[in-house]
């Protein structure tokens, strides 16, 4: 672990051992009581949280805390019908706490009251992995789940959530993680370059393969699993920095010609795309987001201390924005310092370590969501501008996979 990041591991530390001298003003809890959600907004997110193993639902414009789903052992992102007014969450739980008999599922939640509603046993294998992208996906037609399984054998099993029961298991050997990629299909990466394509029929068993041609070198440039979607297109970058488009119209996917997020004069400044969800898209607008850092081979998963935006229709990049200090932000918060010359003295002094995820809502007036695992503070941004418009506080202690499914309200 680098100095900085053991520096503000201590500072945040020390805050968070001098929150008792701020005591908040919370109204008791009234045993008993069952709320229902508001009709949600487009600036609604999710935040995984590995420590309190949960997600957390949160309001980006408030900075209000809405509600949680406990997740058990390895959080993921839920999947979210708006169509249903569910909320689909793989899960995984021991007798013992950490050990014992494995029972994994996945539950069903009423999406207004973020309670369960049905819970559906699935083979105990499921993948449980520090980042959850690409862990699980609701098909396009919001009726079948893919959930990945490591054992280490590699598989995928498919829920009916309209039945509320698992149809099968695929086996996908040497290929890995789902993607959703249309009404009836995945797509997983496979470890030589390549993407399996699965097929399913309308019992949600598997109808039809394809392994296409090599798209990315496995060896000299991988890409990471953390891609992201604009429509029939998912977009996958390398550990170097390029953008490889996958477009899924088709009935056989189609490779669009890849291109750089970094250009000559970056990669002898020593500028590298890295963290553990490092870029984001905003399919309106075009933009494609990603998290860049001064490092060398093998700083992937370092944080971006800035978010560098590209026009995803020129190829070029037409915006800068810097990261805050979250933990310093997270600290001054847990000392009962909001604003003002002290917060602005603490966030100074706590050396900043930038952010490992990023998000973008999908409205028309959207918002950059910003997260390190090192604070629990959510940075919120304007995604037009770069401006920066609010922290959100205490969402956990190691924030994890940041989820913003909500493209318009109701």
């Not at 949960?54 to 708006?82: E, T």
């Not at 040497?174 to 030589?192: I, K, N, Q, T």
């Not at 009935?251 to 002898?268: E, H």
């Not at 050396?351 to 918002?367: E, F, L, M, N, Y």
């Amino acid at each position: 672990m680098s100095q900085r990041r053991v520096a503000a591991l201590a500072l945040a530390s020390l805050a968070l051992a001098a929150a008792g001298l701020a005591v908040a003003d919370v109204p008791s809890e009234r045993p008993g009581e069952s709320l229902t959600l508001p009709s949600p907004t487009p600036h609604w997110i999710w935040v995984g949280d590995l420590v309190f193993r949960r997600s957390a639902l949160l309001d980006a414009d408030s900075g209000r805390f809405l509600g949680m789903l406990s997740s058990g052992v390895g959080v993921i992102a839920p999947s979210v019908s708006p169509a249903r007014g569910e909320i689909y969450l793989p899960e995984t739980y021991y007798s013992r706490g950490s050990r014992g008999e494995r029972t994994d599922l996945v539950t069903v939640y009423d999406a207004a009251r973020l309670a369960p509603i049905a819970e559906i046993r699935i083979p105990p294998k499921r993948a449980d992995v520090v980042n959850g992208a690409a862990l699980s996906t609701l098909l396009d037609d919001g009726r079948f789940l893919a959930v990945f399984n490591l054992t280490p054998a590699t598989s995928v099993t498919i829920v009916d959530v309209v039945a509320r029961e698992p149809v099968g298991e695929i086996a996908t050997p040497g290929c890995s993680l789902v993607y959703a990629a249309g009404p009836r299909r995945f797509a997983s990466l496979c470890g030589d370059g390549s993407l399996l394509l699965v097929t399913l029929d309308e019992a949600g068993r598997e109808a039809s393969r394809q392994r296409s041609e090599k798209f990315f070198n496995p060896i000299d440039d991988p890409v990471t699993e953390k891609a992201v979607r604009g429509g029939d297109r998912w977009l996958f970058v390398s550990y170097e920095g390029i953008v490889h488009p996958v477009d899924f119209s088709a009935d056989a996917p189609r490779f669009d010609k890849s291109w750089s997020l970094l250009d000559a004069a970056d990669r002898d400044a020593g500028w590298r795309v890295g963290g553990t969800q490092h870029v984001a898209l905003h399919q309106g607008s075009g933009r494609l987001y990603a998290l860049v850092h001064h490092g060398g081979p093998g700083s992937h998963k370092e944080g971006g201390t800035q978010v560098w935006v590209y026009d995803l229709a020129a190829q070029q990049r037409v915006q800068q924005i810097a990261v805050g200090n979250l933990v310093g932000s997270f600290a001054a918060a847990r000392m009962g310092i909001h604003g003002g010359v002290g917060a602005w003295l603490v966030e100074h002094v706590v050396p900043s370590v930038g952010a490992d995820s990023i998000a973008v809502t999908q409205d028309a007036d959207p918002r950059l969501l910003m997260v390190t695992r090192q604070a629990g503070t959510v940075g919120v941004y304007d995604a037009r501008s770069g401006a920066w418009l609010r922290d959100i506080e205490d969402v956990g202690l190691a924030p994890g996979v940041l989820l913003a499914p909500w493209r318009n309200a109701p």
